[in-house]
């Protein structure tokens, strides 16, 4: 399954951002070759791939990244869905 993050910019160089995912300090790399703007240290991307999709509101980012977390179901009516996203054990994933 491919997911797209959202991440914070930390620097700019030669059209590739370094971000921070979430609050933790894993650090990736994105290609800013896909927007029409440039972002700016701070901002928020939504990254896939290796590649930044677009900048994305800092609420947004933020209720992005809670549902993630398994703060709640985004797929309303799909069990299985849910369950790997929260990260549930394979016995919670049988019992669906």
Same mark, same amino acid.
């Given at each position: 399954?491919?997911?797209?993050?959202?991440?914070?910019?930390?620097?700019i160089?030669? %059209?590739?951002?370094?971000c921070?995912?979430? @609050?933790g300090?894993?650090?990736?790399?994105?290609?800013?070759?896909? &927007?029409?703007? &440039?972002?700016?240290?701070?901002?928020? &991307?939504?990254?896939?791939? %290796?590649?930044?999709?677009?900048?994305?509101?800092?609420?947004?980012?933020?209720?992005?990244?809670? &549902?993630?977390?398994?703060? @709640?179901?985004?797929?309303?009516?799909?069990?299985?869905?849910?369950?790997?996203?929260?990260?549930?054990?394979?016995?919670?994933?049988?019992?669906?």
């Amino acid at each position: 399954m491919c997911l797209a993050v959202p991440a914070e910019v930390i620097r700019i160089a030669d %059209g590739v951002a370094t971000c921070r995912l979430g @609050e933790g300090q894993s650090i990736i790399r994105a290609s800013l070759m896909l &927007l029409p703007d &440039l972002p700016s240290p701070g901002d928020q &991307l939504m990254v896939h791939a %290796g590649f930044a999709l677009r900048i994305m509101d800092p609420a947004e980012a933020e209720e992005t990244l809670r &549902l993630l977390r398994g703060g @709640e179901c985004p797929i309303e009516g799909d069990a299985t869905a849910c369950a790997v996203a929260a990260d549930a054990p394979a016995t919670a994933l049988r019992k669906a």
